[in-house]
């Protein structure tokens, strides 16, 4: 996603010339509190997503065939779960949550509810991509580190995590982005936020004009997080 995307989403709000969609009801008085419906949900899930992933993906490196603590039960049980977390289409994992998340929440309505499978959805997603994203690391660093002495630790944060740097932001950026896409799917059982707002005013009222602005939307916020993540990455490389 280029900034391009950011400039078409623009043009296609500049196309209502008619100035209708400023005065929709539906989008003056709950585009706004949606929007950040829809942000609340993506920090919360996101933060979440990325510290537990992180640390389940060093724990699959860790334990893997290439790990300092290899384990092959340890690593495979914890694959298994990794898989069957990347497995289950989200929605169906939505429902299935719902008593979890009245346990957790009180409630299995409102954007804070949405935040409990947003998050057990995507901590195997991003878990899988940090193991790649370390296995990828140069094995030579490692050994260098390990005949200069570093301890277990050291190797961890010091090689593998600060070599694979770019490549976790990057990582982190498609899976905030996939969040995106599930916090929309969220709104069909009372989630909150646009995706919400385009199920029951955009589709159920058959109300174009808010179907039309939430789809863009979120075209403009896909597009402003791949930009920040791609900045942030190009930041952090060293190499």
Known sequence: MSTATLFTGAALLAAKSDGAWFFNPAITRKLGPAALETFGMLLVSGLITIVVGLFLGLALVTTGARGQ?????????????VNIGRSM???????????????????SLGWGAACVPLTIGAIPFYARLVETAINDVDHGKVEAALMMGASGTQITWGVLVREALPTLIQSATVTIITLLGYTAMAGTVGGGGLGDLAIQHGYRRND???????????VLIVGAIQVMGDMLSRLVDHR
Do not use: C, K, W
């Open 69 to 81: 603590h290899r384990n092959r039960v340890v690593y495979e049980v914890l694959s298994q779960v």
């Open 89 to 107: 289409p989200f929605i169906i994992l939505m429902v299935a949550l719902i008593p979890l998340t009245r346990i957790l929440v009180g409630t």
């Open 208 to 218: 174009t004009d808010v179907m039309v602005i939430v789809v863009v939307l979120i």
